[in-house]
C-alpha cells in the first residue's frame, strides 16, 4: 500500500514557523522527486516546492523563496517544510506528492494534507 501521510499543521500568526512532515512508505518514496503543493479555498492547487532524491536540488515557488525550506531524510523516509515569516496568503492546505515539475498532473501519489492557517 503506498501511503503519504503529512503532520504540523496548525494555527499560527503572521510572521511565525511551522515545520510540516511527510511520511512515506517505503516504495513510494525511494529515488524519487517529493514536492510539497497547497490549495486554499476557493483557489487552484499550487506549487509550493520540490527536492530531488539526493536533496541537490531544490526548487521552489517565487511566493515562497526565501522563506519556506524542503528537506528530506531519506533514511526516514520522511520529507520536511520549513515555513518562516508566515502571512495570512500562505493559509492552505498543504500536500506532499512524488513526482516533478510544477503541475499536480505530473505527481501520481499524493497525501491527505494539512492546514496551515495564519492569522494576523
Given at each position: 500500500?503506498?501511503?503519504?501521510v503529512?503532520?504540523?499543521?496548525?494555527?499560527v500568526q503572521?510572521?511565525?514557523?511551522?515545520?510540516?512532515s511527510?511520511?512515506?512508505?517505503?516504495?513510494?518514496?525511494?529515488g524519487?522527486?517529493?514536492?510539497w503543493?497547497?490549495?486554499?479555498?476557493?483557489?487552484?492547487?499550487?506549487f509550493?516546492?520540490?527536492?530531488?532524491?539526493s536533496?541537490?536540488?531544490?526548487?521552489?515557488?517565487?511566493?515562497?523563496?526565501?522563506?519556506f525550506?524542503?528537506?528530506?531524510?531519506?533514511?526516514k523516509?520522511?520529507v520536511?517544510?520549513?515555513m518562516?515569516s508566515?502571512k495570512?496568503?500562505d493559509?492552505?492546505?498543504?500536500?506532499?506528492?512524488?513526482?516533478?515539475?510544477?503541475?499536480?498532473?505530473?505527481y501520481d501519489?499524493?497525501?491527505q494534507g494539512?492546514q496551515?492557517?495564519?492569522?494576523?
Open positions: 500500500q503506498v501511503q503519504l503529512e503532520s504540523g499543521g496548525g494555527l503572521a510572521g511565525g514557523s511551522l515545520r510540516l511527510c511520511a512515506a512508505s517505503g516504495r513510494t518514496f525511494s524519487y522527486t517529493m514536492g503543493f497547497r490549495q486554499a479555498p476557493g483557489k487552484a492547487r499550487e509550493v516546492a520540490r527536492i530531488t532524491w536533496g541537490d536540488n531544490r526548487y521552489y515557488a517565487d511566493s515562497v523563496k526565501g522563506r525550506t524542503i528537506s528530506r531524510d531519506n533514511a523516509n520522511t520536511y517544510l520549513q518562516n508566515l495570512p496568503d493559509t492552505a492546505v498543504y500536500y506532499c506528492a512524488r513526482g516533478t515539475g510544477t503541475v499536480p498532473s505530473r501519489y499524493w497525501g494539512t496551515v492557517t495564519v492569522s494576523s
